[in-house]
């Protein structure tokens, strides 16, 4: 059976992005920010490009050390985020970030600057429009 296919861009759906942090920023104070606002993800950026991402597990693993105040976000980010350019088709994305059992990818603009987050999250509201028939332009 064929199916119809979608010419979607990633960025239809991703999220806007709330914060970020720098490589020297201290894990307690990422803690906080993931609690205060009710996030995930944070990436890590030099000169507005990601470096980096750290997430609610990342800090997780590491909370019950004696010293894990003393961490920085450059001690325990996962370097090299997977990051897409605008317009990435919102297939190809979710494709990848399920191979890699991944939970976000970071959407750059053409400079290379972070422009938005597209999570797991996100990608459960993508189809659930789909499935719902709200999304315009199949093939």
């Known amino acids: 059976m064929k199916h119809k296919t979608l010419d979607i861009p990633v960025d239809e ?3 806007p992005i709330q914060l970020t942090a720098k490589p ?3 894990v307690d104070y990422l803690r906080h920010l993931l609690n205060e606002k009710g996030v995930r993800h944070i990436p890590i950026v030099e000169n507005k490009k ?4 750290v997430t609610d597990r990342d ?3 590491i909370s019950g050390l004696k010293f894990s105040h003393d961490f920085l ?10 990051t897409v350019p605008k317009g990435t088709p919102l297939e190809t994305v979710a494709f990848e970030m399920s191979t890699r059992k991944i939970g976000s990818a970071l959407i750059v603009n053409k400079k290379g600057e972070i422009d938005s987050i597209f999570t ?3 990608g459960l ?7 719902r028939g709200e ?3 199949i093939k």
């Open 50 to 53: 990601p470096i980096g991402i």
């Open 13 to 15: 759906f991703a999220s």
């Open 24 to 26: 020297d920023s201290k």
């Open 135 to 137: 999304i315009e332009n």
């Open 59 to 61: 800090i997780s693993l």
């Open 73 to 82: 976000a450059s001690d325990i980010m996962t370097e090299s985020p997977y």
């Open 125 to 131: 509201n993508a189809l659930i429009e789909i499935i």
């Open 120 to 122: 797991s999250v996100d």
